[in-house]
């Protein structure tokens, strides 16, 4: 867990201090179309179809099975990924380049850069979207430790990169392009590791259509959820930057970045708890319901002290952080979504139990569910109440999602009786 919290960790701290430089010198609008790309580097692991949490379940729920079966199931996740990035790669250059370029407007001076960004973008997607695979390879074999160094080197470069270049160019395009470079290392490095630590060989795909089967019967639903999750999540800005401008978009993103970012902390613990709720759940161990409980004590614990930090002292914290002085909206802004940071993170644990039993469906059609509900309320809120209305809206999904998921949670585990 301790190397989980410095995996973690860093790259806040390589936040904190890039994101006012690159305010600073991109100015208002050149950041908010940098935020936005921000989502659609993100977005682009949805392309890995849940194969990621689906090979750690397949793994988790096989201790004793050979190195020669794990190539076989390793092969299989990550040739398809490949595959299926190519193919995402594809449909995100003609879906974005519409979305970008036609409905949310870009400035003309920023829209060549921002058009040169998005082709690198789509290029990189097919050798991204392995990184989630490689990662439920390495959690389901308790790698941790290596995992969030690679993780933090990655997180705090993430950041570091834009800022080096920006030294030199604010050229949109060269600064995502840096972003991109720093995604495609580590998979690279993640990729080495899989083979030589694990021992793990890369075998004919062909041969194993049957895994490549199961894996993408599991990773389906875990797919719906990795394409509306963050949409859910992160589409409030696209509707803001619509109806609003890009400048207010930045108001939002700001606050948003600073608080939000901290979802990586329950992340980071269920990644650790989850292989361990698959064995016990596999071998019918009634201790899942401990670690069940201890899972959300982890949580709450990490959680709660930004949550509180932010609602007592949110106005201080970024005004020291920004080193602008009126920053009144923005910390009303970021209150919201700290009340908000913490029910979502608690919302982690029913939500990793469900996938733990072999459910994924159940939360892939709570995800649905939730991505019309949102769709229906979302854009009358941003249109009526602007970047605080799109806070509101973020924090009313998150009460619906955490509701929800105990409520299935409740109806398993009396299935379960």
């Given at each position: 867990?301790?190397?989980?919290?410095?995996?973690?960790?860093?790259?806040?701290?390589?936040?904190?201090?890039a994101i006012p430089i690159l305010l600073n010198v991109l100015g208002p609008e050149a950041f908010g179309i940098l935020t936005l790309f921000l989502v659609l580097i993100g977005y682009t692991?949805?392309?890995?179809?849940?194969?990621?949490?689906?090979?750690?379940?397949?793994?988790?729920?096989?201790?004793?099975?050979?190195?020669?079966?794990?190539?076989?199931?390793?092969?299989?996740?990550?040739?398809?990924?490949?595959?299926?990035?190519?193919?995402?790669?594809?449909?995100?250059?003609?879906?974005?380049?519409?979305?970008?370029?036609?409905?949310?407007?870009?400035?003309?001076?920023?829209?060549?850069?921002?058009?040169?960004?998005?082709?690198?973008?789509?290029?990189?997607?097919?050798?991204?979207?392995?990184?989630?695979?490689?990662?439920?390879?390495?959690?389901?074999?308790?790698?941790?430790?290596?995992?969030?160094?690679?993780?933090?080197?990655?997180?705090?470069?993430?950041?570091?990169?834009?800022?080096?270049?920006?030294?030199?160019?604010?050229?949109?395009?060269?600064?995502?392009?840096?972003?991109?470079?720093?995604?495609?290392?580590?998979?690279?490095?993640?990729?080495?590791?899989?083979?030589?630590?694990?021992?793990?060989?890369?075998?004919?795909?062909?041969?194993?259509?049957?895994?490549?089967?199961?894996?993408?019967?599991?990773?389906?639903?875990?797919?719906?959820?990795?394409?509306?999750?963050?949409?859910?999540?992160?589409?409030?800005?696209?509707?803001?930057?619509?109806?609003?401008?890009?400048?207010?978009?930045?108001?939002?993103?700001?606050?948003?970045?600073?608080?939000?970012?901290?979802?990586?902390?329950?992340?980071?613990?269920?990644?650790?708890?989850?292989?361990?709720?698959?064995?016990?759940?596999?071998?019918?161990?009634?201790?899942?319901?401990?670690?069940?409980?201890?899972?959300?004590?982890?949580?709450?614990?990490?959680?709660?002290?930004?949550?509180?930090?932010?609602?007592?002292?949110?106005?201080?914290?970024?005004?020291?952080?920004?080193?602008?002085?009126?920053?009144?909206?923005?910390?009303?802004?970021?209150?919201?979504?700290?009340?908000?940071?913490?029910?979502?993170?608690?919302?982690?644990?029913?939500?990793?139990?469900?996938?733990?039993?072999?459910?994924?469906?159940?939360?892939?059609?709570?995800?649905?569910?939730?991505?019309?509900?949102?769709?229906?309320?979302?854009?009358?809120?941003?249109?009526?109440?602007?970047?605080?209305?799109?806070?509101?809206?973020?924090?009313?999904?998150?009460?619906?999602?955490?509701?929800?998921?105990?409520?299935?949670?409740?109806?398993?585990?009396?299935?379960?009786?």
């Amino acid at each position: 867990m301790a190397w989980n919290g410095f995996g973690l960790i860093s790259p806040i701290i390589a936040a904190f201090f890039a994101i006012p430089i690159l305010l600073n010198v991109l100015g208002p609008e050149a950041f908010g179309i940098l935020t936005l790309f921000l989502v659609l580097i993100g977005y682009t692991n949805i392309f890995e179809f849940g194969l990621g949490r689906s090979i750690t379940h397949l793994l988790s729920s096989m201790p004793q099975a050979t190195k020669e079966w794990q190539s076989r199931v390793c092969s299989s996740a990550l040739v398809l990924g490949l595959a299926i990035g190519v193919l995402g790669g594809i449909a995100f250059w003609f879906g974005l380049s519409r979305l970008l370029f036609d409905w949310i407007q870009i400035p003309k001076a920023l829209a060549p850069s921002a058009k040169e960004a998005l082709a690198w973008l789509c290029l990189s997607i097919p050798l991204v979207v392995m990184g989630p695979i490689l990662i439920g390879i390495m959690e389901a074999n308790q790698k941790f430790k290596v995992i969030n160094l690679v993780r933090s080197v990655t997180g705090v470069f993430l950041f570091l990169a834009p800022v080096i270049v920006s030294n030199y160019s604010t050229n949109l395009a060269a600064i995502i392009t840096s972003m991109l470079i720093v995604r495609i290392f580590s998979v690279t490095i993640l990729l080495f590791l899989v083979r030589c630590l694990l021992q793990i060989k890369i075998v004919p795909f062909l041969s194993h259509g049957h895994i490549a089967k199961k894996l993408l019967t599991f990773g389906g639903w875990l797919t719906l959820s990795a394409v509306i999750g963050p949409l859910l999540v992160y589409g409030d800005r696209f509707i803001l930057s619509a109806y609003v401008g890009l400048a207010e978009t930045t108001s939002y993103a700001t606050p948003f970045e600073a608080v939000v970012r901290f979802l990586f902390v329950p992340a980071a613990i269920i990644g650790v708890m989850f292989p361990r709720m698959v064995g016990l759940i596999t071998l019918n161990d009634s201790g899942v319901r401990t670690l069940y409980r201890e899972t959300h004590l982890y949580v709450f614990l990490a959680i709660a002290p930004v949550t509180l930090v932010f609602l007592l002292m949110g106005e201080t914290v970024l005004q020291f952080w920004l080193r602008i002085e009126d920053v009144t909206v923005m910390a009303d802004i970021a209150r919201v979504l700290a009340i908000a940071l913490l029910i979502n993170a608690m919302a982690h644990c029913p939500q990793a139990l469900i996938q733990a039993h072999g459910k994924p469906s159940w939360t892939g059609t709570l995800h649905i569910i939730e991505a019309v509900v949102w769709m229906i309320y979302t854009p009358w809120i941003i249109a009526e109440y602007g970047a605080t209305g799109a806070a509101y809206s973020w924090l009313v999904r998150v009460c619906i999602s955490a509701l929800s998921l105990y409520t299935l949670v409740h109806i398993l585990t009396r299935q379960k009786k």
